[in-house]
């Protein structure tokens, strides 16, 4: 029978084989190729390896939560944001399934990162408000509720870009404005701010694009903006936006549906009665 003493020694004996044959320990909470590796891993050419050692820290809280980590994976969602921004696509991404594992990488990514972001970091909430994510999405309402750290990112989205990425910053100002009317807002917007969405969201429904103009008559919508409504009248009756697959005023249509909602909006109801 082996006793506790025994059972202590055999444990020595089988730790000092091990050594002894060069097979490396691995401790709990510790991964095979160790913080620096997995940190350096994270600026490999290919995605696949920085998805790895994403994964790798991830799995490993001790590793995940070390300052150089959370630094590190907020620089490296910048880097991915800056690549897909970029006209030329990365080299490994070759095709349509090529295309999907990569989104579901960064979507993956961006939800980890979320997580290790503080909303009063403007610098890092920059990069999350950076991303691609439809602005009707569970992260796109979190985003919202942080409030003014989300403005000044979603602010000059809203001035440089055109198309879709100016509209979907409509869209994000409307829902950060209607969080704060509705005192959720974790970092309240200051005066300048809620006239800087008001703007931005009006001239959005006259912009050029049809598609600036419907997400801008969303944002409306969020923000429950009465004094949106002369021109949601104006797209209403003479809006030019013919959908092609049915022959539909589509953008006349939704500013119909827009005037009703906001009007029928308790967020809307204060703004109106300011004007009386």
């Not at 909470?29 to 390896?49: K, M, Y």
């Not at 990112?153 to 969080?179: H, K, Q, T, W, Y």
Request: overall charge negative; charged content about 25%; aromatic content about 4%.
């Amino acid at each position: 029978m082996l006793l506790a003493g025994d059972l202590v020694i055999l444990r020595v004996v089988a730790i000092v084989a091990v050594l002894g044959l060069g097979i490396p320990l691995v401790v709990a909470d510790q991964s095979a190729h160790g913080l620096d590796g997995l940190l350096q891993e994270l600026h490999a050419p290919d995605w696949h390896t920085r998805s790895r050692a994403v994964d790798e820290l991830a799995m490993h809280p001790g590793m995940w939560s070390a300052p150089a980590t959370k630094r590190a994976v907020i620089q490296l969602l910048d880097r991915e944001n800056r690549s897909l921004r970029d006209a030329h696509p990365s080299a490994d991404i070759r095709s349509d399934a090529d295309s999907e594992a990569y989104g579901r990488y960064h979507s993956t990514l961006l939800g980890r990162v979320e997580s290790l972001v503080d909303p009063g970091d403007v610098t890092s909430v920059t990069i999350l408000v950076q991303s691609p994510y439809n602005p009707d999405s569970a992260f796109a309402l979190r985003l919202a509720a942080y409030g003014e750290t989300a403005v000044p990112a979603l602010f000059e989205i809203a001035d440089r870009e055109r198309g879709i990425p100016r509209g979907n910053a409509c869209e994000m100002l409307g829902r950060v404005l209607r969080s704060h009317r509705m005192g959720t807002s974790q970092y309240p917007l200051t005066t300048q701010s809620i006239r800087g969405i008001e703007e931005r969201i009006r001239t959005g429904l006259r912009d050029p694009a049809p598609v600036v103009r419907m997400l801008a008559i969303h944002a409306v919508i969020a923000a429950a903006d009465a004094a949106s409504i002369p021109i949601l009248e104006e797209l209403r009756a003479a809006d030019p936006y013919v959908l092609d697959t049915t022959g539909r005023f589509w953008i006349r249509e939704q500013a119909a549906k827009a005037i009703a909602a906001i009007q029928a909006d308790p967020l809307g109801k204060p703004q109106r009665d300011q004007k009386k």
